[in-house]
């Protein structure tokens, strides 16, 4: 079962375009929202993350999207450049669970690549 | 550089084989996440120790164990090794149990041939 469904699985966009990736989520009681970016042959790093008391927070060209009612959120990379090429995962962090303990739920990835 | 060390960072080994993966974590971070990157799937999530306690488990085969040391620093042992468990292997450490921030290791890529 997905928790966490992200879309597109690819995304090829023009440089100086916007690219933009979905998430949906299902369990109403996550309480926070990252994007992971990864590139060929490194781990996945911390790009920018939300909660769900906002509507939006942006970081320079990334800015995050998040619509409680509808259980969505999406990563909006503007102005994308051939450095921006790598790809994004979406992911959703469970409430404390009786152990003190947090899960981090993991979209499936997009893939992203900036033509120059 | 992350500050999470993952030794070897390639590895090659036939079927049947046992290998150890290890990692450093973040100085500092006391929780370390044992993920499976393979090519047609996304990440997951095997195994979470803190503090040298197991504190989660996810798809992780019982081929698999892993274990955290007194220094914080982890193992991930796969016995009886299979074609099918080619994969990146990546280690993630973070300051708590909160979920917040998890820093990752460049990965062990295991080939199993």
């Known amino acids: 079962q997905q928790q966490v469904k992200q879309s597109p699985q690819s995304l090829i966009v023009q440089k100086g375009g916007i690219s933009i990736i979905n998430c949906a989520y299902e369990n109403t009681a996550f309480d926070y929202f990252p994007w992971y970016q990864q590139f060929p042959g490194k781990g996945p790093a911390l790009l920018i993350a939300?909660?769900?008391d906002v509507s939006e927070k942006k970081e320079g060209r990334f800015t995050i999207s998040f619509n409680k009612s509808a259980k969505q959120f999406s990563l909006h990379i503007m102005d994308s450049q051939p450095g921006d090429s790598a790809t994004y995962f979406c992911a959703a962090v469970t409430p404390l669970n009786a152990g003190n303990n947090r899960k981090l739920i993991w979209g499936l990835g997009t893939s992203l690549a900036v033509n120059p | 550089d992350s500050g999470v060390t993952q030794t070897p960072k390639h590895l090659i080994t036939a079927t049947g084989q046992r290998v150890t993966l290890r990692c450093s974590p973040r100085?500092?971070?006391?929780?370390v996440y044992w993920y499976q990157q393979s090519l047609d799937q996304g990440l997951q999530f095997l195994i979470q120790?803190?503090?040298?306690?197991?504190?989660a488990k996810g798809n992780i085969l019982e081929r698999f164990s892993a274990q955290q040391f007194p220094d914080l620093h982890s193992e991930l042992n796969l016995s009886s090794l299979e074609l099918g468990d080619s994969a990146l292997y990546f280690c993630a450490s973070s300051v708590d149990l909160q979920g917040y921030g998890y820093t990752f290791g460049s990965g062990t890529r295991l080939t199993v041939v």
């Open positions: 939300i909660r769900p």
């Open positions: 100085s500092g971070d006391l929780s």
């Open positions: 120790y803190y503090n040298g306690e197991e504190r």
